[in-house]
Nanobody, 128 residues
Framework: QVQLVESGGGLVQAGGSLRLSCAAS????????MGWFRQAPGKEREFVAA????????YYADSVKGRFTMSRDNAKTTVNLQMNSLNPEDTAVYYC?????????????????????WGQGTQVTVSS
């Protein structure tokens, strides 16, 4: 059974930091682009960040650029999302996702349709 399991969420004050991790089991995603999405109450799930299969390219939503950093460790089959300077607008459930195509054009990293495997999500709450 293929699983993506997120961890590292929690409650933090505005200006603080959190580090999310996503571990894969059931199969290797070391050759798959990976992404992070988030969904706030009453809103659609939105793109946050993505990374190419080899870690050579990263992509960020404008709202998190300069504050969030995505990385991957293919040896450990994990991806991470370092989140700094958090603000209440970052409050959401954060989802890890894996794409099925190894090589995708830049614009497709931002699309939910590109990702087939999804984790259950981890809650991030930022208090003001």
């Amino acid at each position: 059974q293929v699983q993506l399991v997120e961890s590292g969420g929690g409650l933090v004050q505005a200006g603080g930091s959190l580090r999310l991790s996503c571990a894969a089991s059931g199969r290797s995603f070391s050759t798959n682009p990976m992404g992070w999405f988030r969904q706030a109450p009453g809103k659609e799930r939105e793109f946050v960040a993505a990374i190419s299969w080899n870690g050579g390219s990263t992509y960020y939503a404008d709202s998190v650029k300069g504050r969030f950093t995505m990385s991957r460790d293919n040896a450990k089959t994990t991806v991470n999302l370092q989140m700094n300077s958090l603000n209440p607008e970052d409050t959401a459930v954060y989802y890890c996702a894996a794409a099925t195509r190894r090589f995708i054009v830049s614009r497709d990293y931002y699309s939910r349709k590109e990702y087939e495997y999804w984790g259950q999500g981890t809650q991030v709450t930022v208090s003001s």
